[in-house]
């Protein structure tokens, strides 16, 4: 199994940025790709963006050009790098790994982040 720790939300005023870290430890082979996903009150789990072992990433069409995700893969961490943040923005970010020839999917327990107006 691998188990996912996220850290770095917070409370930020629009325009402004945060950075989101999460660490994998645990059977860390299994994973190929690592990022991040995030639930907004009332709303279901919306997939945000991530990045593979071989460093290709995708992105949500409306963080585009503001989250920028990044890996460290000899730590196994994935950043996400937000600026430019947006009230809507707001929610709660869960960190998500896996590996999709195999079907397998971890999650971590997620990180708040509210962007104030």
């Known amino acids: 199994q691998v188990q996912l720790v996220e850290s770095g939300g917070g409370l930020v005023l629009a325009g402004g940025s945060l950075r989101l870290s999460c660490a994998a430890s645990g059977s860390t082979r299994l994973i190929n790709f690592m990022g991040w996903y995030r639930q907004a009150p009332g709303k279901e789990r919306e997939w945000v963006a991530r990045i593979f072992t071989d460093g290709v990433a995708n992105y949500v069409d409306s963080v585009k050009g503001r989250f920028t995700i990044s890996r460290d893969n000899a730590k196994n961490t994935v950043t996400l790098q937000m600026n430019s943040l947006r009230p809507e923005d707001t929610a709660v970010y869960y960190c998500?790994?896996?590996?999709?020839?195999?079907?397998?999917?971890?999650w971590g327990q997620g990180t708040q982040v509210t962007v104030s107006s």
């Open positions: 998500n790994a896996g590996d999709f020839r195999y079907s397998r999917d971890f």
